[in-house]
């Protein structure tokens, strides 16, 4: 297959890019870098089934492609709330453009949604038919709303033109290539841990996530563009759950670092709790997470000890 990865170039993208190219795929990654970092590619740059595209999605574009995994949006709330307006048109109109393409050349397009799309829930765990409580109108909704009207533009190509789609929420998913400075709670706990300094917990620290892995994700992402049962919205997570001062707790354990625990006050409309129920996953993908948050943060933490050049810890 000739494979598009929008957001190639970023954390999950270009992990996808690998998997797809240890398949034996053409990938395409185009990416406008805003995010997304040459480093993270640049071992795939004399493989000549690779090819890099600097292009933004808010700008249509054709390609001749079978498949379009469609990851192309900042997805860390400091980068998303950089630029809001640029988010929304990122979302809306860039999946315009990508589904206009999938349309245009009778690919199967996947888009990575998000977990968001439920907001601050009030069903926990979170299964698909859930429709969500999202403030439409405070800081994290260029996001939130940008991901449900993506998801309403998949639908719509579906019924009105047949576009062969799948739709995946992904809960939150961690592991090397996070950006240090990404603002996210695992890489910002990983990286002030190594270098001593406070650790930020939000708010009380009883909010909790489930922590996915990058690479049971990227599985799942592969598995869920394969098969032909079900177009989504599916749920891809890992299903254990934490809260955050728990993962405080255990990074700085995992580090032996000296850092101490300060709070600071929690961002508006920072979900309570977030869980995904997988059972849809586990029968349509056979898939579930294989590595556990101890097993995921041990890599993580040796990745960022690399790149901070952190000795003895
Ligand atoms: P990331 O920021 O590392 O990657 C996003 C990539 O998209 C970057 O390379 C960025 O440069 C690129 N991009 C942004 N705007 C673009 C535009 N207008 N045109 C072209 N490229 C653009 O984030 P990530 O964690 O790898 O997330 C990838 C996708 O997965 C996103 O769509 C995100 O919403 C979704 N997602 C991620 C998580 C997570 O926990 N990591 C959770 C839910 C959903
Ligand atoms: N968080 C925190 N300290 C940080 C960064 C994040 O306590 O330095 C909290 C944040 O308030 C949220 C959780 O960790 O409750 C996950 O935040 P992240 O930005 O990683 O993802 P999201 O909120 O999008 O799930």
Redo the contacts with the bound molecule.
């Keep these: 297959m000739r494979v598009l990865v929008t957001g190639g170039a970023g954390f999950i993208g270009s992990h996808l890019c690998d998997y797809l190219l240890k398949k034996g795929h053409e990938v395409i990654c185009l990416d406008n870098f805003f995010t997304g970092r040459k480093e993270n590619i640049k071992h795939n740059l004399d493989n000549f089934k690779f090819e890099v595209i600097r292009h933004d999605i808010v700008q249509p574009i054709f390609l001749e492609v079978d498949w379009i995994f469609h990851l192309a949006s900042p997805a860390?709330?400091i980068h998303y709330q950089y630029n809001p307006v640029k988010t929304t048109k990122t979302n809306v109109m860039g999946t315009i453009h990508m589904l206009g393409l999938a349309k245009r050349v009778k690919a199967r397009i996947l888009l990575a949604s998000t977990?968001?799309v439920y907001g601050d829930p009030t069903v926990h765990p979170q299964k698909e038919d859930y429709w969500g409580n999202v403030n439409p109108i405070g800081p994290r909704s260029c996001y939130d709303e940008g991901k449900r009207v993506a998801e309403t533009l998949m639908m719509d190509y579906y019924r009105q033109n047949n576009v062969d789609i799948r739709i995946v929420r992904i809960f939150?998913t961690y592991g090397p290539r996070m950006l240090k400075n990404d603002?996210?709670?695992?890489s910002?706990?990983i990286v002030?841990a190594l270098t001593n300094e406070d650790?930020?917990?939000?708010?009380d620290?009883t909010?909790t996530?489930s922590f996915c892995y990058i690479d049971d994700l990227v599985e799942g992402l592969y598995r869920m563009m394969e098969q032909e049962k079900h177009i989504g919205p599916i749920n891809l997570g890992n299903p254990e759950e934490y809260k955050?001062i728990e993962l405080?707790k255990k990074i700085i354990e995992m580090t032996n670092s000296k850092s101490k625990i300060v709070y600071?006050s929690?961002?508006p409309d920072?979900?309570t709790q977030?869980q995904p129920d997988i059972t849809l996953a586990k029968k349509i993908l056979n898939w579930q997470p294989t590595i556990s948050l101890d097993k995921g943060l041990k890599k993580t933490i040796e990745y960022f000890k690399k790149i901070l050049e952190v000795k003895n810890v």
């Design positions: 860390s709330p977990s968001e939150n603002g996210r709670v695992v910002n706990f002030q650790i930020t917990v939000f708010g620290g909010q996530r955050i405080a600071k929690l961002p920072d979900p977030r």
